[in-house]
Each structure stands twice: as structure tokens, then as C-alpha cells.
């Protein structure tokens, strides 16, 4: 016969944001981007040992339906749920957050005063701008501690440094408290230097540089794309510690022509094709 725990004797289930958890012990995250709207793909690719789920909604045409619908299917599984909206505003990042995910990716965040908006999207006054009207959200981290609180120490704010304005200011949008990762978004950011997505031009590298040292210098964790594991490993030695891989289709993409090349057959999606997200 099982005795029902009475609330001062059940144990306290604590939850973490994993990516934080791991970014903070100097380990490196990885994920997919999900790009089409589908929650079997997206809950497939979040229970295959990535870090992350990157939910792509600037790009692609995920809803906001699909959104929730992951966030509620992928309950259980390693890999957290992180989205980047259309635009970085208060709105955008609330319905997401509302939504469940446990991370907002704002991009062209070229500015200090956008930088602060996006914390300020993601924390609870008095410490930023984001409304309580969270039970979705709260259904999908239910635990023993206010959601409120969790979400304060939880959720992920990253801020996409993809064009030379945001270069110019990098000094400034790094030392932004309460924004944890620096994600360079370098075919976006090769475009504003005038190099029409070229990823190896010294005029790119020079930049990339200036975003990761004022990363170090303020705390940051630096992200960058990473299409394959040489990419990761190579760009670790550097500092990044934050790597968005590869679409679902260019996952799909791989294994078809893994598959298909004894038969002379098929063909890999070009590099410029998945940086570009």
C-alpha cells in the first residue's frame, strides 16, 4: 500500500537549465536548428544527445502553435528547447517564453539599448519587463519552485552579433548584465563587411575576433556556427563554447548521401547554404 507524501516530507525536485549548467562549467553546447514545421523531427533530433534545440522562427516558417508543441513534446528528453524569434522586442520574446521554451536568440542585436531590451525581455520585474502570464510556460517546468524564480535563474539569453554596427559596439552589448551568450551569426555579419557570405576572408576573421575577445573580457560565452565536428573542435581551441549545428534537413540531407554515394548518387546542401541560418 503506498502512503501519500504530505508536502513537507515529498522531495524537492530542483531544475536547471542544463545549457546554462554546462556553460558555466566551461563545457561546450551543441544543437540542431529545427527549420521545418514538425514536431516528430523536432522531438527525434532533441532525444539524440544534442544540448539544444534550436527552434528557428526568423527564417523558417515555424508557428508559434508548432513552438509549443515541441516545447510540450520534448518534455523528458536532454535537449532544451531555445527559439529565435523574427526580431529582437519584448513581444516577441514574451509569447515565446509564455510558450515554454527555456531561451530566447535575438537577433541583430547591433545595439547596447537592444542588448538591454533583450535581458529585460526574459526577467521578471523588478529586474526586467516580462509579463506573468506564464502557466503554459510553468505547466512545462512544473517543480516544487515558483516558476517566476526559476525563470529569473534560468532562461537563456542570447544575443546574435551579426552585422558591423554590432561590431562597432561590441564593447558596450558584452558588457550588458544578464545576457549570457554572444552568438556570432558570421554569414549575416560577412555581408555587412561588404564579402557577400565569404567565411574566409581576414577582413571576417578580424571581426570575429574583436566579438570573442570582448566575450572573455565581459564574461560572455561565445557562440558561432559549427557545421561538423572538425568545425567544433577547431573553433573550441578559440573559446567558443556555444555552436549551432546544422539544419533538420541538412541532417537529412547527409545521411542521403551517405547512403547514396556507392550508387553515384546525390549530393550534399552547400555550407553556405545552413550558415546562412
Known sequence: MR?????ATQPRLRLTNSVKDKLSKGQSVIGPVISVNNVEVATRAASLGFDFIWLEMEHCPLSLETVRNIVLATRGLPAVPLARPPVNELWTAKRLLDAGVLGVIFPFTRTPELARQAVAACRYPPHGLRGSGADLAAFRWAGTESYYDFADQNV???AVVEDITAV???DEIAATPGLDVLFIGTSDLSFSLGLRGEQNHPKLDQAIEKILAAAKKHGKFPGRPGLNGEEIKRFQKQGFRFFMTGTDL????AG???LLEPFKRGKLRSKITSGGL
Not at 502512503?3 to 508536502?7: D, E, H, Q, Y
Open 256 to 258: 542521403a548521401a551517405r
Open 3 to 7: 502512503t501519500k507524501l504530505s508536502k
Open 250 to 253: 541538412d541532417f537529412m540531407a
Open 168 to 170: 562597432e559596439n561590441i
Open 156 to 158: 537563456l539569453v542570447v
